[in-house]
């Protein structure tokens, strides 16, 4: 495992947890045994008692090339050096979990011509909506369905900075402050509050959904830091709540659009009333209809669960994320 921040370290408190391993095994996996993470300060206290048998180190490489390691977990976050670990893993044959949204929505491409031809498997389920299962369910459950639109809330830092601002009359930065605290918000909080990490995870939702892996820069794209206290205030008297929406649609003729906007929407609808740190994706689909998917977004213990599960999807002989949906890169395999 790459990386002990909030995440990491609820990821291997679970996987040196004795009741977790029962838990695990009952249902039949081998448990996964922990063997080494990589951290940039192995000197630096965490609030984690790892076994000594657990390589503490802060050779990132060459952790990645140990023989007896079968899976990357990488939550480093950042584009580097995460993306040359994972390229490297990867390139190597090694499956690689990862919840970086940034290196997904950005390199995925790349990514997925790299991980077809070596036949290495690449999941990410904790990119997208922290511990929502979203993604597995995206690509195995609907496959019987034409998608036509993704649409939700996928930002837990936001989703509470405006909920404190429409409930509390809370302002801005104090919103801000709280939503750091409580370990939602990324190390630079700016990818939060302009939408940054909305699009990621929005660009990762269409390559799932319709096909196409989008650019970053290429989703329209408006952040909360504008958002007056007066903007909230209006909505609320209209019964609406002004939320971070994102928007995929596909039409027709498969052309794809996307957006990320600070969006007006009925209080009573189920986007209006999913509050705090939590997502939601609704996604319209033929036959289904409307299915919607929500829970916590962000948070270390609720995106350890998306991880962990990738990990065990792997032990299963489950393929990449992507495994289920036509190949977005025109490579075999
Ligand atoms: N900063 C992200 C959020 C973390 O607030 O949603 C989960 O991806």
Known sequence: ???LGNVGRAVAERLVDEGWRRLVAERGY???ELVAVGVRQPGRRRGIDLPESIDLSDDLAGLVGRDD?????ELLGGLEPAGSLIRTALAAGRSVV????ALIASGGAELEVLTRQSGAVLRFEAAVGGGIPILAPLVRDLAANRITSVTG???GTTNHILTAMTRDGADYAGALAAAQRLGYAEADPTADVE?????AKLVILVRLAFGPWLAPGSVARTGISAVSP???AQAASRDEALKLLCRAHRATDGTVTASVAPTSVARGSAIGATDGVTNIIEI??????TVAFRGPGAGGPATASAVLADVLAISRGDGSSWASVPNGVGVGG
């Open 1 to 3: 495992m790459l990386g």
């Open 30 to 32: 081998e448990p996964p």
């Open 69 to 73: 390691v079968e899976v990357v977990v």
């Open 98 to 101: 990862t919840a970086n949204k």
């Open 153 to 155: 809330i996928l930002n």
């Open 195 to 199: 939408g940054h990490d909305a699009v």
């Open 230 to 232: 007066a903007e909230i």
């Open 284 to 289: 319209e689909a033929h036959p289904v209809g």
